[in-house]
Structures are given as C-alpha cells and as structure tokens.
T-cell receptor, first 116, second 113 residues
Framework: GAVVSQHPSRVICKSGTSVKIECRSL??????MFWYRQFPKQSLMLMATSNEGSKATYEQGVEKDKFLINHASLTLSTLTVTSAHPEDSSFYICSARSGGPGVLQFFGPGTRLTVL | SQKIEQNSEALNIQEGKTATLTCNYT??????LQWYRQDPGRGPVFLLLIRENEKEKRKERLKVTFDTTLKQSLFHITASQPADSATYLC????????????FGTGTRLTIIP
C-alpha cells in the first residue's frame, strides 16, 4: 500500500509555543489530506480536510486560527498548533488519498504532542 | 444524531477461536464501510472495505459482513492469534457527497494464549 510519513513522531513543548507537524505522501500524489486528533482511549476525530492549493475545511468546534493547516504541494501538508496549551496534548494523525470519495485513505504513524 | 458504536470497548478471546466484533450505526447511509487495525501509539492500518451493495468480504483469516437493513457490520477473525491483539475500528464514508471518514469508538481485542 501507499506510504504516509509524519514528522516528528513525538514532540514535547512548553505552553505558549507553536509546534509544526509534517505529513508527507511518499509514493503517491495526495489531492486530499486529512488531520485527525485522538485522545487516550478514544477514537479518531476529524479536525480538518485540506485539498492541495486551497484552504482547509475545518470541522465544527476546531479553531482554524489555532490549528493552521497548509497543503502547499501534492505530497506535503503541515499542521501548526499555535500557542499550544496542555489541553492540546494529544495524538495527531494525518491521512492522504489521491482521489475522491471511495478512494482509500492511507494513514500516517501519528505524532504524540505533549504540552507542558 | 449520527452515531457509530462498536459493541464492546474490550473483548478477550482464547487463541484459536473466532473473534467477532460488531459495528452498529444510526442516521447514516454509508456508501462504504471500512475496518482498520490500530496498535498502541500507531496510526490506523486499513484491513477491509465493503460497499453498500456487498454482503460479505473476505481476506485470509478476516471476514466482514454488511447488513444495511440492520445497519450493522460484523468483523470476524478466525483462528485468532496473540498477534491479532489490537484495537479495531470501523469507519463509514457517507454517500451523501460527504467524503469524510467517520470512525467508531473502537474495540480493544486481546487474544489470550
């Protein structure tokens, strides 16, 4: 299957700082990338959908000014958590796909964010 | 409101037996239903996809059924092994033009040697 990578795999930061997480599709062009958040013992919750070259679409309750998403190329999307706080500590997972509905999404390995 | 529920948060099965996991949904008309495996601290890994017009899909020791009348999918692992221990997630993609994948609550499966 297709490979999606995330970097970093783990990050610890101080409260008030910003953190950038990268998501790359390694062997295919991703027209759409998705960002999910997963709290302990809970399921994945979609945060936003981004299409290459256009603004991301955020889910209800997700602050777009806090979670900045950039999908500048067909192989790279970034999520920046601005002014992070301890409640932003979570497991962030991206996925990517190369087509529309019904085309499989391929998931990255996730990034564990801990905000002190 | 829309809901996707998986029968139990945790399930313990003896090695060699068949593990059966359930996914029920309400207020969805899914075009596709997918099953994923997730290991601790890792992203989900795709296992099987079944379409709304399909009743059953198989892949090696895995079998998925999809009953759109009951609004339920069953996921079976036959001849279960300790290496099958993981959290299993079902996910729906609606056919209302909404291309989002929505995940169920997950079942943590433990295969006991």
């Amino acid at each position: 299957g297709a490979v999606v990578s995330q970097h970093p795999s783990r990050v610890i930061c101080k409260s008030g700082t910003s953190v950038k997480i990268e998501c790359r599709s390694l062997d295919f062009q991703a027209t759409t990338m998705f960002w999910y958040r997963q709290f302990p013992k809970q399921s994945l919750m979609l945060m936003a959908t981004s299409n290459e070259g256009s603004k991301a679409t955020y889910e209800q309750g997700v602050e777009k000014d806090k979670f900045l998403i950039n999908h500048a190329s067909l192989t790279l999307s970034t999520l920046t958590v601005t002014s992070a706080h301890p409640e932003d500590s979570s497991f962030y997972i991206c996925s990517a796909r190369s087509g529309g509905p019904g085309v499989l999404q391929f998931f990255g390995p996730g990034t564990r964010l801990t905000v002190l | 409101s829309q809901k996707i529920e998986q029968n139990s948060e945790a399930l313990n099965i003896q090695e060699g037996k068949t593990a059966t996991l359930t996914c029920n949904y309400t207020n969805y008309s899914p075009a596709y239903l997918q099953w994923y495996r997730q290991d601790p601290g890792r992203g989900p890994v795709f296992l099987l996809l079944i379409r709304e017009n399909e009743k059953e899909k198989r892949k090696e020791r895995l079998k998925v059924t999809f009953d759109t009348t009951l609004k339920q999918s069953l996921f079976h692992i036959t001849a279960s092994q300790p290496a099958d221990s993981a959290t299993y997630l079902c996910a729906l993609e609606s056919n209302f033009g909404n291309e989002k994948l929505t995940f169920g609550t997950g079942t943590r499966l433990t295969i006991i040697p």
